[in-house]
């Protein structure tokens, strides 16, 4: 089975309003799904190295059981450069939120190749809360944006005034989307709402980090029954 690549963003400052980073509840939760269904997963971030953490919530037990483990901060402190990894070694890739990922996805020629060619030889593509500003940047070979005519959840105009930061981040991630042919799939704010198209899972916010990966996990498990029944 090919692991699954969780990706997260390197970027660490809102534009003069305060640090921020990867949320790490949108790595834990899903991560959690991902281990209990015995998929192996490896972990990459924009430049390599130890990405920014942001939501560092210890009261979340999922967050401290994973905080306290060696092995998990050791890996996310070393953490592959996007544009060094082999697509062809992966089955799917997750793009972990935050707000860092709506500075630093976009606009990085890494996520769209390595999207593109993961989702073109038959893998899985996820992404929670502002992990979908990755697919603002995914273009497929047939120059198509991968999200067209797709249905996508994604952090919420809403929800972004909600936080304060309508006029602090580049552009409003679920209008972007929109603006690029996906069937937006809101839910009300701070709900748990995901959306899957074929082999397109996203989750609208930290609350639906776990569905989002409970949903790529069982693509993947349906994958290799098929796989394994001929």
Same mark, same amino acid.
């Given at each position: 089975?090919?692991?699954?690549?969780?990706?997260?963003?390197?970027?660490?400052?809102?534009?003069?309003?305060?640090?921020?980073?990867?949320?790490?509840?949108?790595?834990?939760?899903?991560?959690?799904?991902?281990?209990?269904?015995?998929?192996?997963v490896?972990?990459?971030?924009?430049?390599?190295?130890?990405?920014?953490?942001?939501?560092?919530?210890?009261?979340?037990?999922?967050?401290?059981?994973?905080?306290?483990?060696?092995?998990?901060?050791?890996?996310?402190?070393?953490?592959?450069?996007?544009a060094?990894?082999?697509?062809?070694?992966?089955?799917?890739?997750?793009?972990?939120?935050?707000?860092?990922?709506?500075? +630093?996805?976009?606009?990085?020629?890494?996520?769209?190749?390595?999207?593109?060619?993961?989702?073109?030889?038959?893998?899985?593509?996820?992404?929670?809360?502002?992990?979908?500003?990755?697919?603002?940047?995914?273009?497929?070979?047939?120059g198509?944006?991968?999200?067209?005519?797709?249905?996508?959840?994604?952090?919420? +105009?809403?929800?972004?005034?909600?936080?304060?930061?309508?006029?602090?981040?580049?552009?409003?991630?679920?209008?972007?989307?929109a603006?690029?042919?996906?069937?937006?799939?809101?839910?009300? +704010?701070?709900? +748990?709402?995901?959306?899957?198209d074929?082999?397109?899972?996203?989750?609208?916010?930290?609350q639906?980090?776990?569905?989002?990966?409970?949903?790529?996990?069982?693509?993947?498990?349906?994958?290799r029954?098929?796989d394994?029944?001929?």
């Amino acid at each position: 089975m090919k692991p699954i690549l969780i990706v997260m963003t390197s970027h660490g400052d809102k534009a003069g309003h305060g640090p921020t980073g990867f949320y790490l509840s949108e790595v834990t939760h899903p991560l959690k799904e991902f281990l209990a269904a015995d998929l192996p997963v490896a972990f990459a971030s924009i430049d390599g190295g130890a990405p920014p953490v942001d939501g560092l919530d210890l009261e979340d037990a999922v967050n401290a059981q994973f905080w306290a483990d060696p092995l998990f901060r050791a890996a996310i402190r070393s953490t592959q450069k996007l544009a060094d990894v082999d697509p062809a070694a992966y089955g799917a890739i997750f793009f972990a939120g935050g707000h860092g990922a709506v500075w +630093d996805f976009p606009g990085s020629q890494a996520v769209n190749e390595v999207t593109r060619a993961i989702w073109e030889q038959g893998g899985v593509v996820g992404a929670v809360c502002h992990g979908p500003a990755a697919l603002t940047n995914v273009t497929l070979s047939d120059g198509a944006p991968l999200v067209k005519g797709r249905k996508v959840a994604a952090f919420t +105009d809403a929800e972004e005034h909600a936080v304060g930061l309508e006029t602090v981040v580049p552009f409003l991630l679920s209008t972007r989307l929109a603006e690029l042919g996906a069937e937006m799939q809101p839910g009300p +704010d701070w709900t +748990d709402t995901t959306a899957v198209d074929g082999r397109l899972v996203t989750g609208q916010n930290p609350q639906s980090a776990t569905s989002t990966g409970r949903k790529v996990a069982a693509l993947l498990l349906a994958a290799r029954a098929e796989d394994a029944n001929g």
